[in-house]
């Protein structure tokens, strides 16, 4: 089964209310779900050979300092998926959201989203406004995410690492969103998420930013940022999943496949922001890249499925 585990939808339903709560409220070409642009989608989907995609809200998380907005923003977000679920089984799942930075209301509408809702996994995004995602105060709910053994699905936050030397720039998406991806997974590893926490399935978009480049790096450093007992960096880094969505760049994915491996890699394409024959060439630019044929196949059809339960 190929999964695409990196897709967002932005119903105009789940628009206007963030809209109304003063969140952020992007329209993105195909990416909606009036029947036009679904049907455009589905037939990307079949031209690449797509059976599902797994959708998340991107950047436009219910994270407010109200609660109550972000309470409302969260089920808003995962009744409109749900029901987008219902309506199309064959072709789509869905990640939640939930209302950070409340822990207990976070911890509420994960057990809805997830046992109620059928959900398969979380989405959080590199940061929660501008806290880490890691911070101490959100322990419980990484604590409920290992005793669940759940899938959670990172996403950058579109804040350009809070740096007017990204965003005053226009970098906040061209570099900052990989640069969001590579300050989330150092913060996992100095506060050894992924080893407190060993059953959470983390999965870091866009191959984890420099991740791949910097493994040697990061363990002759590491005394700058880990505890003397802690295992090597990129061994704690190889812990994680990371998805493929490199726009193509066959330099990319072959650094990261030499990084992590085929069985960390997981198919992922960032629709609507890759469409048409940049779709496509999310598929074939893995199968271009000079891979044996079966780390190609994990690749592409099978460690999506089976990391979300779906074989």
């Known amino acids: ?124 995004g590199t940061s929660v406004q501008t806290r880490s995602a890691v911070d101490p105060e959100f322990e419980p709910l990484w604590a409920e995410l290992n005793r669940r053994a759940a899938v959670v699905f990172v996403h950058p936050a579109g804040l350009g690492l809070c740096s007017p030397l990204v ?55 590491a005394m700058l940022f880990l505890k003397d007992e802690a295992e090597p960096a990129s061994a704690t880094a190889r812990r994680l999943w990371y998805d493929t969505v490199g726009h193509g760049s066959l330099e990319a994915l072959r650094c990261a496949y030499a990084a992590f491996g085929a069985d960390r890699l997981v198919y992922g394409s960032d629709y609507p922001f890759q469409v048409e024959e940049h779709y496509l060439r999310s598929v074939t630019y893995i199968e271009d890249a000079g891979f044996p044929a079966a780390d190609v196949k994990k690749i592409l059809d099978t460690n999506g499925a089976r990391l979300l339960g779906l074989e």
Not at 31 to 60: H, I, P, T, Y
Not at 68 to 91: M, S, T
Not at 176 to 204: C, H, N, S, W
């Open 1 to 124: 089964m190929r999964v695409d585990v990196h897709a967002h939808l932005y119903p105009a339903a789940y628009r206007a209310v963030m809209e109304r709560l003063g969140g952020e409220t992007t329209r993105y070409p195909l990416g909606g779900d009036a029947a036009e642009e679904l049907e455009a989608r589905f037939k990307m989907m079949d031209g690449a050979g797509v059976d599902l995609q797994v959708l998340s809200v991107s950047s436009q998380q219910p994270y407010f300092d109200s609660e109550a907005k972000a309470i409302e923003g969260a089920q808003a977000a995962n009744d409109l998926y749900a029901e987008f679920v219902a309506r199309h089984p064959g072709r789509f799942r869905a990640f939640a959201a939930v209302p950070l930075p409340h822990v207990d209301a976070a911890l509420r509408e994960l057990e809805r989203a997830l046992d109620r809702l059928k959900m398969v996994g979380m989405t959080i």
């Open 167 to 221: 965003r005053d720039y226009g970098l906040t998406w061209p570099v900052g969103a990989p640069f969001e991806d590579t300050m989330f997974t150092m913060q996992l590893i100095q506060r050894q998420i992924p080893v407190r926490y060993p059953r959470i399935k983390i999965i870091v978009p866009h191959f984890g930013g420099v991740m791949p480049m910097v493994l040697p790096r990061i363990d002759q450093h």
